[in-house]
C-alpha cells in the first residue's frame, strides 16, 4: 500500500515537472519572439531612414547639381562679358591712338598753313604799296598796270584757295578732336563697366565654391560615382550621336586623317590625365585632361564647325566642333564659351577660356578627338 502511494507521488510530481518546465518554455519563447519582433521592426525603421536619407540626399544632389549648373552659365556670362569688354577696350585703344596721330597731323599741317598764309599776306602786303584802285586809275603804263592786275588775281586766288584749305583743316581738326575725346570717354565707360563685371565674376565664383562644398557634404560610394560617371559618359555619347545625325557633309572639310602629329594643342599646360588611364572602376578616359590657368585662351585644333556649344551634366560648358569626314573634336570644363552653334571656326582661332565647370575643383581642359563616334588618342594628332 505505502509502495503504490509512493510511486503515485513520484508520477505526480513528475506530471508537475513537466507541466512547469512546458511553461517556462513558453514564457521564454514568448519574450525571445517579442525581442526579435522588436529588433525587426528597429531594423526595418532603420532602413526606412536610411531609404529616406538617401532619397533625400539624391533630391539634394539633383538641386545642387542643377545649382552648380546654374552658377557656372552665371560664371560663363559674367567672363564673356568681361572678354567682350576686353576686345572693345582693344579696339577703342586702336581709335584713340589713331586719332591722336591723325590730330597731331592735322595740328602740323594747320601750323603749316598758316605760315604759307602768313608769307602770302607779308607779300601782299609789301607789294600793295600801290593799291588796286590807285592802279586802275594811272594810265601811264598801261603794260604795267596788266601785269600788276595779273599778280594781284594770281595772289587773291591762291591766297583764297589756302584759306579755303585752312578752313577744312580746322573743321577736320576739331571733328578729330571731339571724336577722340569721345574715345576716351568711351575708354573710361568700358573700364567702369569692366570693373562691375569682375566683381560679378568674383560673386559667381564665391556662390559655385559654395554649391561644390555642399555637394562634396553629399559623398557617393565607388558603386554611386561610377554610374554617375557612366550616366554623364552615355549622355555624351547620346549627345554626339545625334549631332553626328545632324551634320551636313561640306566640301571644304576634309577631316584629320592626314594631319597625324600636326596639330598644335588646343591650350599651353600640363597633362594631368592621359587617354586610356584609368578614370573610375572599369572606366577609362576617353580624351586627356590638360591643366591651365582659368581664362587663358582654348583655340580650335583645326578649321571646322561648331556643333554644340552649352552646359552638359558632368562635362560644363563644352563645345564640339565637327571637322568633317566623320571627326569631331571636344573641349569641356570651359569658363565660358565665345563661339555659337553654326559658327564656322578656323584653325588656331580662340573659341573659349579654361575654367573648372561641371563641378571640377581644378582649372583644366578636358579635350577629346573623336572618329565615327570613337574616341581616339589626341596624342596621334597633337604635337
Request: charged share 25%; aromatic share 6%; net charge positive.
Amino acid at each position: 500500500m505505502f509502495g503504490k502511494l509512493l510511486s503515485c507521488l513520484v508520477i505526480l510530481s513528475s506530471l508537475l515537472f513537466i507541466d512547469f518546465s512546458m511553461a517556462a518554455d513558453t514564457s521564454n519563447h514568448k519574450k525571445s519572439k517579442r525581442k526579435n519582433t522588436s529588433k525587426l521592426n528597429d531594423v526595418q525603421q532603420a532602413i526606412a531612414k536610411q531609404e529616406s536619407n538617401i532619397l533625400k540626399t539624391n533630391k539634394d544632389r539633383i538641386s545642387l547639381e542643377q545649382q552648380l549648373k546654374n552658377d557656372d552659365l552665371a560664371i560663363a556670362k559674367a567672363a564673356k562679358a568681361i572678354s567682350d569688354t576686353e576686345q572693345q577696350l582693344k579696339v577703342t585703344n586702336k581709335k584713340i591712338v589713331a586719332l591722336s596721330k591723325e590730330k597731331q597731323q592735322l595740328s602740323a599741317k594747320k601750323s603749316r598753313q598758316e605760315r604759307l598764309l602768313g608769307q602770302q599776306l607779308r607779300s601782299a602786303y609789301t607789294t600793295g604799296q600801290h593799291d588796286y584802285l590807285k592802279l586802275m586809275l594811272n594810265q601811264d603804263d598801261s603794260k604795267k598796270i596788266q601785269r600788276t592786275l595779273s599778280y594781284y588775281q594770281y595772289l587773291n586766288k591762291a591766297r583764297m584757295i589756302e584759306i579755303d584749305k585752312f578752313q577744312s583743316t580746322i573743321t577736320l581738326l576739331m571733328q578729330v578732336t571731339t571724336q577722340h575725346q569721345e574715345q576716351i570717354e568711351q575708354l573710361h565707360a568700358l573700364k567702369a563697366n569692366q570693373q562691375q563685371q569682375r566683381k560679378n565674376l568674383s560673386k559667381n565664383k564665391d556662390k559655385r565654391s559654395s554649391t561644390l562644398a555642399s555637394l562634396s557634404k553629399k559623398l557617393l560610394s565607388s558603386k554611386q560615382q561610377l554610374t554617375k560617371l557612366k550616366t554623364e559618359e552615355a549622355n555624351l555619347t547620346a549627345a554626339l550621336q545625334k549631332l553626328t545625325a545632324l551634320i551636313r557633309a561640306e566640301v571644304n572639310l576634309i577631316g584629320l586623317s592626314k594631319l597625324k602629329r600636326q596639330l598644335s594643342w588646343p591650350v599651353k599646360g600640363r597633362l594631368l590625365r592621359n587617354f586610356g588611364s584609368r578614370k573610375q572602376g572599369y572606366l577609362k578616359w576617353k580624351g586627356v585632361l590638360l591643366g591651365a590657368p582659368i581664362g587663358r585662351q582654348v583655340h580650335t585644333i583645326h578649321n571646322g564647325t561648331i556643333l554644340f556649344a552649352d552646359w552638359l551634366k558632368g562635362y560644363g560648358l563644352l563645345t564640339v566642333i565637327d571637322h568633317g569626314n566623320g571627326y569631331m573634336s571636344l573641349y569641356a570644363h570651359n569658363q565660358t564659351l565665345l563661339k555659337s552653334v553654326g559658327d564656322r571656326v578656323e584653325t588656331g582661332e580662340p573659341i573659349a577660356l579654361v575654367g573648372q565647370s561641371g563641378g571640377q575643383d581644378q582649372a583644366g581642359l578636358y579635350f577629346e578627338i573623336r572618329h565615327q563616334g570613337k574616341a581616339v588618342n589626341p596624342k596621334l594628332w597633337c604635337k
